[in-house]
């Protein structure tokens, strides 16, 4: 098709130096305040930063906030000098762009509106959405550049994944108490002297550990749905509709059943409307979290035997060797099971609710990107402090196509957590890097 002139193409998206002083001004404030703005208002603020001109959406999206919000300079601490200033309201304003923002985008949307009216034939309204997509392709494919808005966006992923941490770990935490808590009235009832008791305790394990895989089931792909959406608000965040600015995060514990249904990303229970389905539909998710479950179940089964019978064994020669016999010795042996299995609880909860919690997350963002249509490319980041382990240190920044695989340590993996093509435990055990998903540009034939 001819090249043609499309609507917006004589109007200047340039953001004005106005908007990102205040821009600027807002996050020193919430840096030195802790406190002003949501993470939206946030985002916002970063994108007037690192971009020198903005999407046309991306302006009409900015000025929706400033009527909403005219009533903030009525408040105590609006102006210098007043008790409170900068109050919570003057800080998000700022994050907007302030007054320059909100004149700059008003007048731009007073614009682009007027040139809608004047788009009436299909054609016209074909060329428009091309047009606007390929100046969107164009700024997005720069967005997430600098290293400030990497360390950002990986603070962002791990503010949410360490509240899922702390839910796996409870779930975690009690499905081992329970577990103990029937070891413990087995041996009550057989002496754990007997020669060969080890084998009924380990028919009691492989029983429980595989009915949790439906106490696990709904959690984790609650999981997944949180990190799918907080994908899509970060690759798409012009096509999602509804958006309440003023909802508060999640807190970082609450009922399980509220887990299930609502997660802990703070867009998810409102009237936001995401362009992807949740997580409980989708084939692909619930086929991963069917065979993740039916993998390490197993493999926790096959763990907890060995710990069993290492504090069997440990037990009874402890209590033979300080004369023990009889009942002596069996409440012995029992005292050292209960022990051990109690010590270990909490750490061992903890390393798998990580390792899990990490693997869920990442596919989760991965069908976020997929289900987009998005052309992406895909960066492995670290958290970029003493604790990164070299393999992960050597592959930081590492940026290849979504369909292709990272090396680390001489194994492929599609991101951080991934074991499916062999990566080791000392690659995925407790690993807390990240995935940033680059938006490309969209070379489409007109």
């Not at 895989?213 to 709904?218: G, N, P, Q, T, V």
Request: aromatic fraction near 10%; charged fraction near 30%.
């Amino acid at each position: 098709m001819e090249n043609f002139k499309g609507p917006y193409d004589d109007l200047d998206f340039t953001i004005p130096k106005g908007a990102k002083e205040e821009a600027r001004r807002g996050l020193d404030w919430v840096k030195e305040y802790g406190r002003g703005g949501t993470s939206v208002g946030r985002n916002s603020a970063r994108y007037i930063l690192n971009n020198t001109t903005a999407g046309a959406e991306k302006v009409r999206h900015i000025a929706k906030y400033f009527p909403r919000h005219e009533s903030d300079k009525a408040g105590q601490g609006w102006s210098p000098g007043e008790d409170g200033y900068p109050s919570n309201g003057r800080i998000a304003w700022a994050l907007w762009g302030g007054n320059a923002g909100r004149s700059w985008s008003q007048k731009l949307v007073r614009a682009m509106n007027a040139r809608d009216e004047k788009v009436s034939s299909a054609l016209e309204l074909i060329k428009r959405r091309n047009a606007i997509l390929d100046l969107n392709d164009e700024i997005f494919a720069g967005e997430f550049e600098s290293e400030e808005t990497k360390t950002i966006l990986w603070k962002q992923y791990d503010a949410l994944l360490s509240k899922w941490d702390y839910q796996l770990t409870l779930e975690y935490f009690q499905l081992f108490k329970n577990l103990e808590r029937e070891i413990n009235t087995y041996f009550k009832n057989n002496p754990p002297t007997i020669i060969g008791i080890g084998a009924g305790a380990s028919l009691i394990i492989d029983k429980i550990t595989a009915d949790w895989k439906a106490d696990l089931y709904e959690m984790y792909l609650s999981l997944m749905t949180d990190f799918a959406y907080a994908q899509i608000e970060t690759l798409l965040p012009e096509q999602i509709k509804n958006r309440d600015e003023d909802i508060i995060a999640g807190r970082q514990r609450k009922p399980r059943m509220e887990v299930i249904t609502g997660g802990f990303f703070r867009l998810r229970n409102s009237n936001t409307v995401f362009p992807i389905e949740p997580m409980t539909r989708n084939k692909e998710a619930i086929e991963f979290v069917t065979n993740r479950l039916d993998t390490i179940m197993p493999e926790l089964a096959k763990t907890t035997k060995k710990r069993l019978n290492v504090a069997l064994r440990v037990g009874f020669d402890k209590g033979s060797e300080l004369g023990l016999i009889g009942q002596d010795l069996a409440d012995y042996v029992q005292s050292e099971v209960s022990n051990r299995f109690g010590l270990q609880r909490l750490g061992r909860s903890n390393t798998i609710a990580r390792t899990e919690a990490q693997v869920l997350a990442q596919f989760g963002k991965e069908q976020a990107v997929k289900r987009s249509g998005v052309p992406v490319e895909k960066q492995w980041i670290t958290r970029r402090d003493n604790l990164v382990r070299d393999p992960h240190r050597a592959v930081d920044n590492a940026r290849v196509n979504y369909e292709q695989l990272f090396t680390v340590g001489g194994y492929k993996m599609k991101y951080p957590g991934d074991s499916s093509f062999g990566a080791p435990a000392n690659l995925v055990v407790n690993c807390r890097c990240d995935t940033i998903y680059h938006r490309k540009r969209n070379r489409r034939r007109r």
